[in-house]
Each structure stands twice: as C-alpha cells, then as structure tokens.
C-alpha cells in the first residue's frame, strides 16, 4: 500500500523557487497500472522519482505499507529501492561493461541472493520477456525494444512490489513500444505499476487509472482511491554489496579500457620500478658487503680476556683534549690505559653462558687456553719431543717467555680453530678456508697444517714437525697427510724427585705409545687473497683436543701437588696467587680458558652477541662484571649504515615518482567516475548505499594498484639483468643487483596502498552524487 500525503517539493536556483510538487495527496492500490500524464514541468517526473526514493521531499509523508518515511535514513531508502522499487527508465541505463545476464543480476547481486538462486531468478525474468537465448550478450548487440525488455527484466527480478516506468517507449518505434507496453500491462496483474508518459493514447489504451498532473498539483484522478489508517506491515532488508562483487563489476569496466590501463599502469609503476632497481642494487652491494665484512670479523673477533681495558670509561672522559697553558710544570697521574684496565674473572658459568649463546647471531667460539701439550713425535723410529709454536726451537727464548707471547696476542694467530655451535648453520673452517689436501678434521685429535694464500707454511713449524727443510724448500703435501704425533698425560710425562719436585721425563718409544695419538689430516689455505687468516701458518687444532687432555691431567699427580703449595713444583720458586693460577692452567687443572673468541655471522648479528653478553653484566657490581673487546667497532664506525643511508635517500628520490603515481591514479579514478556517472546513478536507483559505491570505484583502484605494483615489479627484476652486465664491466662483481622476493611484495603492497589513497577521494565523489542527477547525464 502506496500513499501520498500533502508532498510538497521545490527547488532552488539562485533567488528563483520552482515548485515541482504542491501539496499533493494520493493512494495507490497493490495492483493497478496508473498512468501519469501531464505537460512538461508539470511534476510527473518529480512524483516518480519522490515514490522510488531517487529524491526527498520537503514536507508531507510518503506511507508505505502502514510506514512513514519522515525518519527514513539514507541506508533505509536505499534498502527500500532494492526491496520494494523496480526501475523502468526511457533510455533502458543498462551497464555497457556488463553482460545480459550480469545486468539483470545486478539489483540482487546487492540484496545478498546466493549466486545460484541470482542465476536462476535472472534466467526466469529474461525467460518472461523473451530474450532467454540473448543472456550472454552485450548491450550493444541488441535492439532498442531489445534492451527495453533487458531493463524490464532487471526490474523485477528481485521481485519489486511497485514498478516505475519514466517514458518506457519513449525511445522506441510505435510497433516495439506496443510489445513493451503489452508486457506492462501483463506485470501490473501482480503489482502496481506507476508510469509517466506524454502520450495519451498509449495511457487510455493500457492503463486502468489516469492521473492528470499540472503546475505541481493533481489536476484530475479517473480512479481515486481512498484508505483508511493501515497497519504497519513494512520491512525492509538491508542491501550490501560484497568486495567480491565490486572487484568484478570494477574489472569488467577496466578490461573494456585496456590500452588505457595498461598506460595509466605503467605510468604508475614508474616510482615502484625506480624503487626495486634501487633495492636490487642494494641488496646485492650488502650481500658483497655482508661477505667482506663476514671475513674481516673472521679476524676481529668479540674478544674476551683475563685483562681488558674498560672502554666505556674511556669514553666518558669529560677532560678536554686540548693542549693546556704551559706553566712550568707537569702534573703525575696513573696512566689513563692502566687506570681503565678491568681485570675479567672469567668462571666456569659465564663459559656455560657463552655456549648457550644463539647459533643465529655467533655460531662459532673460539676458547684460549694455557694448557702445555707434551707432544712426541718419531725421526728414524726414535720418540722426541716436538712442539707446534711458531718459535725456532734452537732459539734461548723461555717457555714463560713464550706463553705470556700468546697470551698477549689475545688469541690473534692462535692455533685453535673455533668450535662451531650449529653444524647446520656452516663450518668455520669450511666457510674461510680451502681444503689443498685430506679431509676436513671431524675428531678431537684430528690436526690441520694452515697454509697461506701463496701455499706458504712457516718453516719454524715444518722443523717443530720433524722435518729437515731448509728456506724455499718444497714438500709434497701427501708427505705431511697422516703425519702422527702423540699427546702425553702428565703422569708419564713428569717424574717425581725424592725432593718432592717434579722433573719431565726422557722421551721413550713406550711414552710415545702410551700417549693419546694424533694425526695430521689436511692442508688448508684461506679461500682468496681477500680472506682474513684467522689461525697462523703452522699447525691448528681443536679445543676438543684441549680439554680431552684437560680432562686426563685435571686429577694428575703433579696438579694435586700443585694445588697444596704455592710453590712452584717443578722449580720450588714462591708464586703469587695468580701466578698459581696461571701455572695451574699450564698443567692442566683448571678447565677455564684464558680468553673467549665470539665470531658473530654479520654486523647485525654482531649487535645482538654484544646485548646477549651486556645481558650478564645486568645488575652486577662492576669488579664482576665482564668486559669485552670488539674489535671490529672501528670498521663498523666507518662502514657501518653507509649503504643504508645511501639506499635511503635513493629510494626517497624515487618515492617523489610515486607521489606522482598517487595524483595521476586520483585523477584516472576521478576520470572513471564522470564516464561512469549514469552508472552510478544506476546502481542507487538499484539500492547501492553510498559505501557500495565507494567500493566499487576502490575496487578499481584496487586493482589498478596490483597491477601497477606487480608491472612494477616485474620489469624492476628484468632491469637487474643489464644492470649486473653494466656492474660486471665496471667492477669485476657478479650477479650484484638481486631483487629480494621479500623487497618485492612490499612494493606491490605499497603501490596497492597509494593507489587506494589516491583514488578514495573520488571515489567518495562518485557516492556523494544525486541519484537522479546522475540517471540524466550522458
């Protein structure tokens, strides 16, 4: 039930008021065909348009099914027009993108029918006006009465319970417009039908009810109806178009501009084509980066000490460096390095904690230790003692003298290889070395002779192996594989005096045999000449191997002398207590290394060891704190976000192009929206609330974005390739430009973001426009 109650409307131009509707009151019944006739600006339109909810009233009621629409809400009548209205325009409005089948879909798609029943309903309303077999075409292939009927079909097949038809042959040849008019009158056996027509006779002919209208009033009704107060039956359904719906009305619109598109997307990938170029190059200068300074903290370990010197403290030094006035005297101060000296009390929990540290960050620790290995090796089937420092062993130099030397060096040149947390996660020596000859060493007692780049090896070391060489001699490397040698635990190495001192003993062929057997099984040499040599040319081995022959002599007649005197057993000289100590680690009772070698992967890994080891000192007083050495810090100084900040300011060159792609996607959408303003009207007299609207030009940018972001993309990777030749012939550096596929989703993500910014706000154009404004553009 339809009525009108004292509807007035106006409409201002300047200081001109037309009064389209003067305080008209009307009822309809639920089934009739009502024709309005009138002259031009008489307000027939107005009255249609105020009964489809395409325009307000400015005062009166309009009543529907018992419901007054004065607190109608913008969502409401939307609903009310995909619910209750059906459309029935002179110049058919139907999408030009769409198919047959998709125009008639339309108005359900924004009800929420499941895609099936849609189909279905759609087939069954084209089957009602005869154009079955055309559902597939387009618009544009049929006739004028063809399209009429497709309109036709699109307005009830949601079912409406009032039909508008605005000049429905108007358009159309007398003899299509009487077909058109016939299937009319066939649907106002079930409905009510409003129509406004300038043609009289078409109106008698057909229509059961004329309504005459003249300036804004009713001039004459040949069959009034008048009701009583009706009880409030009305209820509406909410419309709501899906993401999906939009993305696919959006899509048919874009495929149906394609060189366009392809040209607005190009353009718009421009800044994402100019950012991945930069990224590749990036990415691959740090992956060369990455490795070089891999190798460089091969050699500048995170160094940890029995003494180090505090260089916090020394950065805080608030005196000035400047030269001060002379005055004729000096000042006596402690030296500033000894004042900032720490002395680390390295125990057997921070090892624990060392190890525990994470294998991504630092997977390979090297541990110092001044344990003496009494090695024994054969020359012409006699067992002699054999040593592997790099000192002549004719020379008058002490064994003290030579401990403190390696104790100093910090560990730099050791003969220790690092032990490797993760095997998963890489080898040290595999990593920096180059196998000459053997096989990489997998057990405790395995031993390796380091070569340098030029394949050559200390000659002290040679002679401490046993060898007769002599300057620029050459020896085969199958001569040195296999090479054994025998480690000798304490209580067959020292014999006791009857003063209670301890003396080594002469080397036999039996202490030889007793002895825990060690074998050479490689020649390595750094990878290239750009490879740091972490371990000096000589002869390298495990710290298994230190702490298996720690853990025979820890319980060795001589340690437990030691331990109960602070004398020296085998000279009787007094020690202090750190010389103790240090002798108690020379015989191998106590298990703590000297000093702790932390390689980290990468710089940024080398950020996390350092939290990881300040993470100890949290809360501890400062004698028990531990403090470290990083020595590569100076190199980190001077490269360290160098690329970073040259990438950054790259990228932000190339995000003006993108800022422009923004404009230029604002201005396509903008473009889209005045091509598609009869669409829009289109879909509102269909039931699109505002934010559908909104979503179906978002949808467009949407995708454009993708597409831009994706074109981007891929010529951004094909521009890697001339790009790494161009590099190669300047540098010598392979493969440098390398697009991350990481790097790559981002961009497209970003193109998506910026083409949406770019084109919501006419988007929000498109929705804010008049519904019947936008119907009669063209």
Known sequence: MLQLKDIRKSYHLGDTVTHALDDVSISFRDQEFVAILGPSGSGKTTILNIIGGLDRYDSGDLIINGKSTKNFKETDWDAYRNNTIGFIFQNYNLI????????????????????????????????????????????????????????????????????????????????????????????????????????????????????????????????????????????????????????????????????????????????????????????????QIDTTMSKALAKYPVAITATATDMTAMGNRKESDKNVKNRGYVTAKPDEAEQNTHINKITEAYVNYVKKINPNYANNISYQRAISLHLLGLKNGKAEKVQFSTTD?????????????????????????????????????????????????????????????????????????????????????????????????????????????????????????????????????????DSMQLLSSGVAYSDKLTQKIINENKNSAIVKAQKKTNRNVMTGQAMTATEKKQMMQTLGGSSIPTGIMIYPNNFDAKDKVLDYLDKWNKGKSKKNQIVYTDMSSAVTKMTGGLLNGVTTILIAFAAISLITSMIMIGIFTYTSVLERTKEIGVLKALGARKRDITRVFDAETFILGVFAGVLGVGIGYLLTFPINTVIYNITDLANVAQLNPLHALYLIIISTVLTLIGGHLPARMAAKKDAAIALRSE
């Open 96 to 287: 030009s993108h769409l198919s047959i089948i998709d125009n008639v879909e339309l108005g359900m798609n924004l009800s929420g029918v499941p895609a099936k029943e849609r189909h279905e309903k759609a087939i069954q309303a084209l089957t009602e006006v005869g154009l079955k077999e055309h559902m597939h075409k387009n618009p544009n292939q049929l006739s004028g009465g063809q399209m009429q009927r497709v309109a036709i079909a699109r307005a009830i097949a949601n079912d409406p319970d009032i039909l508008l038809c605005d000049e429905p042959t108007g358009a159309l040849d007398t003899v299509t417009s009487v077909q058109i008019m016939k299937l009319i009158k066939k649907l106002s056996k079930n409905r009510l039908v409003i129509m406004v027509t300038h043609n009289p006779e078409l109106a008698k002919e057909y229509a059961t009810r004329i309504v005459n209208f003249q300036d804004g009033k009713i001039l004459h009704d040949s069959d009034p109806y008048q009701v009583n107060e009706v009880k409030d039956t009305f209820n509406l359904k909410r419309t709501k178009m899906s993401y999906w719906n939009a993305i696919k009305l959006s899509f048919t619109n874009i495929m149906t501009k394609k060189g366009r598109t392809i040209l607005t997307a190009f353009a718009s990938s421009i800044g994402i084509i100019s950012i991945a170029v930069v990224l590749s190059i990036s990415n691959g200068f740090q992956k």
């Open 393 to 529: 062993p004719n020379s008058n130099q002490s064994v003290s003298q030579m401990r403190s030397q390696a104790l100093s060096s910090m560990g730099i040149g050791s003969s220790v290889f690092p032990t490797t947390l993760n095997k998963n996660k890489g080898n040290f020596l595999k990593q920096n070395y180059q196998l000459l000859s053997g096989t990489w060493p997998t057990k405790a007692t395995d031993l390796v002779i380091v070569a340098d780049n030029k394949n050559t090896v200390n000659i002290n070391a040679l002679k401490n192996l046993g060898l007769n060489v002599k300057n620029n001699s050459k020896i085969k490397l199958s001569s040195l594989i296999g090479k054994e040698f025998s480690v000798v635990a304490n209580d067959d190495y020292y014999q006791k005096l009857p003063t209670g001192m301890f003396i080594p003993k002469k080397a036999t062929s039996s202490m030889y045999n007793n002895g825990t057997k060690l074998r050479i099984v490689a020649v390595i040499r750094p990878k290239s000449e």
